[in-house]
C-alpha cells in the first residue's frame, strides 16, 4: 500500500533515447514534486504542482517536460537523454503549498549509456 | 534564492554517543526546516522539522534547534545506535511555493 508509487524502478537507456517516470500518490495530496540525486547525493528540485498547476519550474532543461494529468499523477518525460541525465529521481507529494512535509517515492535510479 | 549549507559532511561516532548537525540558511523568511534521514538505497524520510515560531522540538533521541537571528538550525541524535547510520539532509522553505531547499547531506556513521 505505497503512498508514493513510481515506475520504472530502474531505467538503463542509450544517449539520444526519450523516456518517461511515472508517479502516483494515494495520500490525497494537493501537492506534487520532482527532485533530482545526483551521485554526490545532492537533492535538488526539478518542478512542483499543485492542483494540475505547475507552480515550481527550477532551472531545468526544456528537454526535461513534466505532466500532470490530475492532482494524483505527476510524470516526467526526458526527450534526447544525455549521460548527465543519470541520476536517481524521486517523485515526491505534500498536502499543499504551504504544509510542506514531503513523502518521497522509492526514487527511479536512471542510466544513461 | 535560498541558499542552505550543511555540516559536516561526514560524521562518525561511536555507539551511545551523541551527534550534532549543524545548517545555515540564507534567506530571512524562510519558516519551515525539516530534516530528512535517507538508509543507503532508500528515499529520504521525514524525521523531524521545526517552524520559525519555535526555537527547539524533541522527539525521543531527536532533537532539532532554530536560531533565527543567526540564521542555523541544527539536528542532535542522543545514545546513537547503528541503525542511524543514514545520510542526513537538511532542508529550508521559504516564498510562497512549497520550494524546499536541501543541504548537501551528511554521512552519519555509527560505529560499535
Known amino acids: 500500500d505505497t503512498a508514493v508509487s513510481q515506475t520504472p524502478k530502474y531505467l538503463v537507456t542509450q544517449m539520444g533515447n526519450d523516456k518517461s517516470i511515472k508517479c502516483e500518490q494515494n495520500?490525497?495530496?494537493?501537492?506534487m514534486y520532482w527532485y533530482k540525486q545526483d551521485s554526490k547525493k545532492f537533492l535538488k528540485i526539478m518542478f512542483s504542482y499543485n492542483n494540475k498547476e505547475l507552480i515550481i519550474n527550477e532551472t531545468v532543461p526544456n528537454r526535461f517536460s513534466p505532466k500532470s494529468p490530475d492532482k494524483a499523477h505527476l510524470n516526467l518525460h526526458i526527450n534526447s537523454l544525455e549521460l548527465g541525465d543519470s541520476a536517481v529521481y524521486f517523485c515526491?507529494?505534500?498536502?499543499?503549498?504551504?504544509?510542506?512535509?514531503?513523502?518521497f517515492g522509492n526514487g527511479t535510479r536512471l542510466t544513461v549509456t | 534564492g535560498e541558499n542552505v549549507e550543511q555540516h559536516p559532511s561526514t560524521l562518525s561516532v561511536q555507539e551511545g554517543d551523541s551527534a550534532v548537525i549543524k545548517c545555515t540558511y540564507s534567506?530571512?523568511?524562510?519558516?519551515?526546516f525539516p530534516w530528512y534521514k535517507q538508509e543507503l538505497g532508500k528515499r529520504p524520510q521525514l524525521i523531524i522539522d521545526?517552524?520559525?515560531?519555535?526555537g527547539e522540538k524533541k522527539d525521543q533521541r531527536i532533537a532539532v534547534t532554530l536560531n533565527k537571528t543567526a540564521k542555523h538550525f541544527s539536528l542532535h541524535i542522543t545514545e546513537t545506535q547503528p541503525e542511524d547510520s543514514a545520510v542526513y539532509f537538511c532542508a529550508a522553505r521559504t516564498g510562497t511555493a512549497s520550494k524546499l531547499t536541501f543541504g548537501t547531506g551528511t554521512r552519519l556513521q555509527v560505529t560499535l
Open positions: 495520500l490525497g495530496h494537493d501537492t
Open positions: 521545526i517552524r520559525s515560531n519555535v
Open positions: 515526491a507529494s505534500s498536502p499543499g503549498i504551504y504544509n510542506s512535509p514531503l513523502h
Open positions: 534567506d530571512s523568511a524562510s519558516n519551515y
